[in-house]
């Protein structure tokens, strides 16, 4: 059975709409993020599943169960929020025993149940404690148990770890992820980054503007975005604009780039209209002089800037007719690494040329 089905919901603040007709069903167990960016309405969303706020319009239900009009303390649902504060005057055992106090479960029991949650975060023994005698981490995990506690049927969690730098943030990544799994939690997790949503998500929901531009696994939404935004948005880039047809060779399937006159193929079929995207680490820079580009998928170019990022280097090469493409060649590839100035030869495949539809084209 579904765990949450969330059918055409929107929500209107005054006069912005701040969700428009948002339909997600996500399984028992998943893992879901919600991606997008400041103000997109993620925490809006969140908050309609939880309770907190109701929509204007559609619906939510909860393994199997319309909770609608159902009050967010009847729902079942565990939530750390975006600025999770603990309780600062409590104890971490009396943080994690808050929601089973207010849902009046005995004495004995809330025991039992803050030591379980506390065990399922990995900080058994630190009941004692006060939040300002634990790291960052720590009290995020606090914060999970505290919601874990009440054995909820869904966890939802907004922005979970943006307060942490970003060693400690990968590590509760980690854990993030491994705690989900053992516990078999269905989870929804908001997020503004992609790196985050891309490596802990069974599946991610794009939201721009207030819409749902695409859900799909993390490779699904890299390698075949549904249109301009959610390639932009997950992962970077390289665009092209169709502006004539070349018939040189399969008329459907060779482009040539605005302004560029580079000739682009895909492997899908193209239109005047479509748009062309290829990613920046899709594309291999060999050193080179300058030649002119005769063949399909390859540009002469020269390197522009060139910034160090460990495994890749971040290039930024200029075409002859001017426009700019990023490349992120690994780093490893090069005995010599490319500098600013150097004459170089861009070459990708037509596999990796994705083709976006032509009403995306804006
Ligand atoms: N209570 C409210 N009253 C009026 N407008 C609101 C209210 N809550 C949210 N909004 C507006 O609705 C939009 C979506 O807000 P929301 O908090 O859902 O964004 P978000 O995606 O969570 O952003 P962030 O990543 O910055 O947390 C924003 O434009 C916001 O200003
Ligand atoms: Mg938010």
Known sequence: MSSVVIDSVARQFDNHRALNNVSITIEQGEFFSLLGPSGCGKTTLLNIIAGFLSPNQGRVSLGGRDVTAIPPYQRNIGMVFQNY?????????????????????????????????????RLEGLAERMPHQLSGGQQQRVAIARALAIEPQVLLLDEPLSNLDARLRRLMQDELRE?????????????????????LSDRIGILGQG???????????YRQPANRFVAE????ANLFHVSTHSDGYHARDHFTATNEKL???????????????????????LPGPSVQATSPNMAPAKVKEVSFAGATLRVVCQLPGGGEIRVHPAEAQF???????????????AEDVIVLPARDHA
């Open 85 to 121: 504060a603990l309780f600062p005057h409590l104890s971490v055992g009396d943080n994690v025993a808050f929601g089973l106090k207010v849902r009046k479960v005995s004495r004995h029991e809330q025991q039992q149940r803050v030591t379980e949650a506390l065990r399922q975060v």
């Open 263 to 285: 000739i682009l193929t895909a492997v899908q079929p193209v239109t005047a209209a479509t748009l062309l995207i290829v990613r920046p680490e899709r594309i291999q820079l």
């Open 233 to 236: 948005f997950v992962g970077q």
């Open 179 to 199: 705690l989900q799994q053992r516990i078999g939690i269905t989870t929804i997790l908001v997020t503004h980054d992609q790196e985050e949503a891309l490596t």
């Open 335 to 349: 005995s010599q690494l490319p500098a600013a100035g150097d004459n170089c030869f861009l070459q990708w495949r």
């Open 211 to 221: 819409e749902l531009q695409q859900v799909g696994s993390p490779s699904a939404l």
